[in-house]
């Protein structure tokens, strides 16, 4: 380990940065960032510097967050390297005073998520006092340095070396959690490196112990089972460990030569959607910042991957932003000047197997159907759930965080009932048609396992304009109670049984006859929703149901015999088992 390096630059680059606005890219950090500190010194309006709003120009309450503080600390730090102007190094003093003599920022409450030591703010205080007192070093007080280091020490390694002491269950979870706790605590070990060695290697190697748990999670051919929102997290604290352990020690827990790591970043860009926003399955908010990290110039450049650094400038984010965990100032220590970068193009259909997730993009249209597993962290009840856009227009979407029901989604329920928790839907046939759409097929079965003995949901994207979902169902013997949900955050037009999504162009949805009476409600979940649900005008026990989407007018029939369901969408059938209810008897009581 050289004692000599600093974590993320050293001395010489620090001194340097200045040097950097000679990229145009950088000339517009840098004055982005003022906007942000003025910003902020504006709304501060004289009161105590750590009490700060959320979002700026938001009516949020202010409050004290430690989330805020790293926001206000790392713009600071690339300011005062840059302009040297005191007033950025003494708000960073006072705001490092205010961390190191708060014990309870940086701890969990009483039982907060079954926690007895660290929690994430604990392992996000690690990662900024560290980075702080290493960039700044020598130019903070000597008795300020030696409480940053206490803290580390004192607060929060001893809350690190707790949590293992008494089970915490992060020390192996392989989520978001595993690299905000163990990666932190690794960068702390490492800021402690010279001044207290015996403590820097004991929890440097609980670090990578922990840590193994999350490599060993990475799905072979790529995705993250808490979504594209939590995939960046994760990976951007495992990107603020790596930087230094390699830079340090010349290791980098062998994320240079994993591949599985590798499709993760190329999973990010698959599922960035052509409106710009995440194709937010999993507790991901659909206008997330969380899409656009600095992290990812550093593995463009160290992978020689330059549509990375394309990626990321492209999902430039807004300097406004300042409640999240990263921010766009953090590229001045992440990116070159002048990178390298180039978009290359995206695969049209993807099928990340492991997920059992789709992205499919036509030249226009574009669609993203969640199958797999729904048990896991950040996970929701919507298997079988798909968002459905054209070019900048989502027309069906997911609410996004925190709306887990399996009615808040574009699925079906029975009996009015969510999927059953823990299950797993499987994709079993998914190819391209010679139009360039696509054929998919998704059993569905075991998230019903009380109603429902069969039921697969098929998808036929005919080229860029038509959707043919249907859903074939058989009841266990009983009736099904199906009912059908869409979500969407455009204006809708219903006229029986023909629903219009107000984009441009308008979305059309031609529904069976069969299909009851269509409710429309109004709810509020990360700005205004529509939801579309109706059943059907009379319950069965056996159900083939199938609605049309189009962006055009086609010619639709339907016809049905011999338990055999048809539909012809300008004159190209497919059919699909149609059982009659005749055959499926109810016993008394069941009805």
Known sequence: MDPGRGLYLDRFEWE?????????????????????????????????????????????PRRRSHRVLKNRILRRIAAWWITRETIH????????????????????????YSIRGANLATGELLHLVAFALDALGEHLPPELRESCLAALRDIGLAAYERGHELGDWWRRCNFNWNSALHGNAGIAALALRTADPATANRMLGRALEGLSYLLAAFPEDGGWTEGIMYSDTMIAHLTDFVIPLHRLCGEDLGLRGNPAFHRILDWQRHFIAPDGRPLNFSNCNEFTQERCLAHGYYWARVLDRPELAAFQERMERDWRYTAGLFFDVEAFWMRTAFQPARETPLDRRRHFKALDWVAWRGRSSWLAFRSGFNGGNHNNLDLGHFILGRDACRYLCDPGYG?????????????????ADATTAHITHFEEREDGGFELDCDLAACFPGPVEKYTRHLRMLGEDHLLVVDEVRGRRMRVGARWHLQTRLPVEVDGGTIRVLGEPALTLHLPPEAGPVEVGEWEHDGPLRSLSWGLVHDRVNVCHGMVLTFGSPAIRRHRAEEVLRVEIDGEGFDFADPDDAGATLEAGER
Do not use: Y
């Open 89 to 112: 190094l003494e708000d960073i003093e006072v705001l490092l005073e205010h961390l190191c003599q708060h014990r309870e920022i940086w701890l969990p409450g009483d039982n907060t």
């Open 16 to 60: 340097a940065l200045p040097a950097k606005l000679e990229d145009p890219f950088f000339q517009r950090l840098h004055e982005n960032n003022l906007r942000a500190l003025a910003a902020l010194r504006s709304e501060q309006n004289g009161g105590d510097p750590c009490d700060v709003p959320l979002w700026l120009g938001w009516p949020h």
């Open 403 to 419: 709306a887990s029901e399996t009615a808040q989604h574009n699925a079906v329920t029975f009996r009015r009932k969510n999927q």
